[in-house]
């Protein structure tokens, strides 16, 4: 297997095993979309590679395994008019998804070896290993602990339509699995009075599932002309809905003491 045409990947096999480091030293091994990108290949070429059977992944030097997203990439995005900078988004948010599918798909036995500071996609990649080995000085950090919460207590399920979010919702709110709930959708407006069909009776009944289960829901189904203005208002509306609904559940859980 030729590993050569990986940019920020160092790989080097010796015997059936192979050692993967995360090579920006320069920048704390941050994530920048090239490197990104070539964490969600990696994988896959390892699990292919017949000479290897293990798979340690580290970070460059002895400060980061990685620090997360490079701000320069992350700044070049917020600067770009709204629909690249959603589609720029979604392509991110797209290949993080894949990271974590095709590193659960990989055959081999995959070790992170977590050297130092490991945030953002480098959290990811060390925790979803087999094996994590974690040095005395290193630390893990995760954004969703702002809200309150880490990654792994959230979950996602997929509708066909705006008129299903109400029933899902419903399960999950009676499962008792959860302290709030969000909905996210969007209604584009046709030629016919079905538009407002659906969009009254997919947020009415959201609100009913919120006041017969008591389970807070961030309703961020949105009513739109257009696809195009779908996919812009979506980014915005779906990060209020995320800290509407942990508000909610805190505030749920401080009036019932």
């Not at 340690?56 to 990685?66: C, E, K, P, R």
């Not at 829901?217 to 996919?231: D, F, H, P, W, Y």
Request: proline letters at 2%.
């Amino acid at each position: 297997m030729d590993y050569s045409r990986y940019q920020h990947l160092l790989v080097e096999v010796a015997g059936a095993v192979a050692t993967v480091t995360i090579n920006r030293p320069e920048v704390f091994n941050a994530t920048n979309d090239v490197l990104h990108r070539e964490l969600t290949t990696i994988w896959r070429d390892l699990a292919e590679d017949p000479e290897v059977r293990v798979a340690i992944v580290t970070g460059a030097g002895d400060q980061a395994f990685s620090a997360g997203g490079d701000l320069s990439d992350i700044g070049a995005r917020a600067v770009l008019p709204a629909q690249e900078r959603f589609e720029a988004v979604m392509r991110v948010m797209r290949e993080a998804e894949a990271i974590v599918y095709e590193m659960m798909n990989c055959e081999k036995i995959i070790i992170s070896a977590i050297n130092g500071v490991a945030v953002g996609a480098g959290l990811t990649v060390a925790l979803m290993a087999d094996i994590s080995v974690m040095a005395e000085e290193a630390r893990l950090t995760d954004g969703h602990a702002r809200l309150g919460v880490a990654a792994g207590d959230m979950a996602i399920a997929n509708v066909p339509g705006a008129l299903e979010i109400p029933l899902v919702l419903q399960t999950l709110a009676q499962s008792g699995k959860y302290d709030a709930l969000v909905a996210l959708g969007a209604v584009i407006r046709g030629e016919t009075y079905h538009f407002e069909v659906v969009s009254n009776d997919s947020c009415r009944a959201v609100m009913d599932v919120q006041l017969d289960t008591g389970i807070p829901i961030a309703n961020g189904i949105l009513t739109c002309e257009s696809v195009e203005q779908a996919e812009v208002r979506m980014q915005q509306k779906g990060s209020d809905c995320a800290q509407a609904a942990v508000e909610m559940a805190n505030l749920q859980k401080a009036l019932a003491q």
